[in-house]
C-alpha cells in the first residue's frame, strides 16, 4: 500500500491516473473504515498502527495461472463462424477499444510495478482442515497453487438466512416507520434476519458496530460506521408508469453516487438467481428499474436545497456494472439517459494472476478477462453518445471469491470527490462532503447507503478475522 498514515488498496497507478492496480480484498477491509474524505474536521483518525491492526477479510486462494479455455471454439473456422454472428458495432468495441486499451495497461504496470512480484497482497486462507467449520482460521498465503481462484464458505444458508420475500401493505405499512438506529460499540440483538427486512438500518456513529440474529446468535455481522441498509426485495414492473420509491424505505433521500451491480439477464453472468427482484424479468424491465431508482435518488443540484453551512458536492454520478454483451451495455446508456445523465467514463476491471497476465484470452469470445463499469454525470452537454468523448480507465486486480468486486470507493473519491476533482462551486475536499448508494450491493461500505437482499453477505462474521 502507498503509505502507513493513509492506507490504500492501490499498488500501482500511472501519472495521469488512467491505470491502476489494486488489491481487492484490502479494497473491502478499507471500505470498512471512513476514509479521509468522509471524517468532519474534527474527528480524531485512528493511529495508523491501530487501523493496520484491525480486522482482515478472507480471500480466495490468488490465481497463479489463467483459467484453461476450453469454451472457446477449437479451430479458425468455427471461430470465424461465431464471430459473424455478432454485430460489428460490438466486435469493433471489444478488438478497436477495450483490447488496446487494456494491452497498454497492462504494459504499462508492467513496466512501472514490475512482474517480477506478486500482483497482489498476501491473503488470509480459510483454513480447511479446522475443526471449527463456522470460524476458520487464519492462514497468511502468498504462492499456494490453485486450479480455480474460485469456493464459497458455507454461510449463504444456513449463516445469513437470505431469502426472497414479497411485499406486501403490511411491508408499506413498515416503509413509513422511522428507521432503526444501531448502538455503537456493542451487541445489537434481534430475533430472526425478517426483524431486518423492508427497514432502514443506520449506524449513526463514528465507531463500528455489530448486529446479532437469532436467539443463540448464531449470525453475526459487523456493520461500519456512518452505514446504513435496506435488506429488501427489490420490486420490478413491466409497466411503463414511474415508480415513485423503487427502493422500499429510502422515500426522497437523495445521493451524488449511486453504484449499481444490477442482475443481468446473461447467460454467463450466474446471478439473478441470487438477486430476487422477479422470478423471471427482461432487460428492458431492468433498464426501467434502473431508470426510476437514478431519477429517485440522484441528487440534482438545480433543485435540491443546501443544508447547513460545510459545502456538500454537488455531484450527480451514476455507475453500472455491465456484462460483456450489448444489450446490458445498451440497458446502463439508456437508464441513465432517462435521469439526464451523460456516459462520460469507462472502468475496465482486468481480472489477472498474481503474474499480470489475463485470467482468460484477451481476445476470447465467450469468456472475457474483465468486465465494466459505465459511469454517467449530469452535464449541459448533449447526451448523445459519442465513443472519442469517453474516458476510459483500467483497474486491475486478481479476483478473489465468486462474485466479489472490487471496492472502489477509494478511486470514486479520488475521481469525483478530492481537490483536484472538478468541482462546479469551487470547493476543495477539505470541506466537501459526498453521499453514495450502492444497490444490490453484497457488502457495507462506511459512509455509504445500501441495498439489496444480499446485502450483509460480506460482512458476515464468517468472512473476517483478526490480523
Known amino acids: 500500500m502507498n503509505s502507513s498514515e493513509n492506507p490504500s488498496s492501490i499498488l500501482f497507478q500511472n501519472l495521469d491516473n488512467t491505470v491502476f492496480l489494486i488489491d481487492l480484498p484490502t479494497s473491502i477491509a478499507l471500505g470498512q473504515d471512513l476514509s479521509q474524505a468522509q471524517q468532519p474536521p474534527s474527528f480524531q483518525r485512528l493511529p495508523a498502527r491501530e487501523i493496520n491492526n484491525k480486522k482482515s477479510l478472507l480471500s480466495s486462494l490468488p490465481l497463479e495461472t489463467p483459467y484453461p479455455s476450453s469454451t ?14 455478432i454485430p460489428t458495432a460490438e466486435r469493433a468495441y471489444h478488438t478497436g477499444l477495450i483490447e488496446p486499451l487494456v494491452r497498454e495497461g497492462l504494459n504499462e504496470i508492467r513496466n512501472g510495478y514490475g512482474d517480477d512480484r506478486d500482483w497482489c497482497l498476501a491473503r488470509y486462507i480459510p483454513d480447511y482442515n479446522s475443526d471449527d467449520a463456522a470460524y476458520p482460521s487464519k492462514k497468511r498465503v502468498t504462492n499456494t497453487k490453485t486450479t480455480s481462484g474460485e469456493y464459497k464458505i458455507p454461510i449463504e444458508g444456513s449463516s445469513t438466512g437470505i431469502s426472497p420475500s414479497k411485499r406486501t401493505q403490511k411491508d408499506d405499512f413498515l416503509f413509513a416507520e422511522p428507521p432503526i438506529v444501531l448502538s455503537p460499540n456493542c ?8 426483524e431486518l427486512r423492508n427497514h432502514a438500518i443506520q449506524n449513526t456513529s463514528f465507531e463500528p458496530t ?3 440474529v437469532g436467539p443463540e446468535s448464531h449470525c453475526t455481522f459487523y456493520v461500519p460506521p456512518l452505514s446504513a441498509f435496506v435488506m429488501c426485495t427489490l420490486p420490478t414492473s413491466q409497466t411503463s408508469e414511474k415508480v415513485s420509491e423503487p427502493i422500499p424505505g429510502l ?50 443540484h438545480s433543485t435540491e436545497k443546501r443544508v447547513g453551512d460545510s459545502v456538500c458536492s454537488r455531484q450527480s454520478i451514476a455507475a453500472i456494472w455491465v456484462t460483456n454483451s450489448e444489450k446490458s451495455r445498451k440497458s446502463a446508456y439508456d437508464a441513465m439517459a432517462s435521469a439526464g445523465l451523460c456516459v462520460g467514463e469507462e472502468w475496465v476491471w482486468l481480472k489477472t494472476t498474481t503474474k499480470g497476465a489475463p485470467v482468460t484470452p484477451l481476445d476470447g469470445i465467450w469468456r472475457k478477462p474483465y468486465e465494466i463499469l459505465v459511469i454517467g454525470m449530469k452535464s449541459v452537454a448533449s447526451t448523445e453518445r459519442n465513443a472519442d468523448s469517453v474516458t476510459r480507465r483500467v483497474i ?20 469525483f470527490f478530492t481537490s483536484t476533482s ?20 453484497r457488502n457495507l461500505t462506511a459512509g455509504w447507503w445500501a441495498c439489496g437482499d444480499e446485502v450483509l453477505k460480506f460482512n458476515a462474521k464468517e468472512w473476517w478475522v483478526d490480523r
Open 396 to 415: 486491475a486486480a486478481v479476483p478473489d471469491i465468486h462474485s466479489r468486486k472490487p471496492n472502489l470507493r477509494e478511486l470514486f473519491e479520488k475521481r
Open 72 to 85: 472457446e471454439p477449437k479451430s479458425d473456422t468455427a471461430r470465424a463462424k461465431v464471430l459473424q454472428r
Open 187 to 194: 451487541v445489537n440483538g434481534f430475533e430472526s434476519i425478517s
Open 251 to 300: 422515500r426522497n433521500q437523495k445521493f451524488n453516487l449511486i453504484l449499481l451491480d444490477p442482475p443481468w439477464p446473461n447467460r454467463s453472468v450466474r446471478r439473478g438467481r441470487h438477486y430476487h427482484t422477479k422470478p423471471y424479468f427482461d432487460i428492458d424491465t431492468l433498464t426501467h428499474l434502473i431508470g426510476n431508482i437514478l431519477q429517485a435518488h440522484l441528487y440534482n
Open 210 to 212: 455489530t448486529l446479532k
Open 422 to 441: 472538478s468541482l462546479e462551486n469551487g470547493a476543495t475536499n477539505a470541506d466537501m462532503r459526498y453521499s453514495a448508494l450502492e444497490v444490490f450491493a
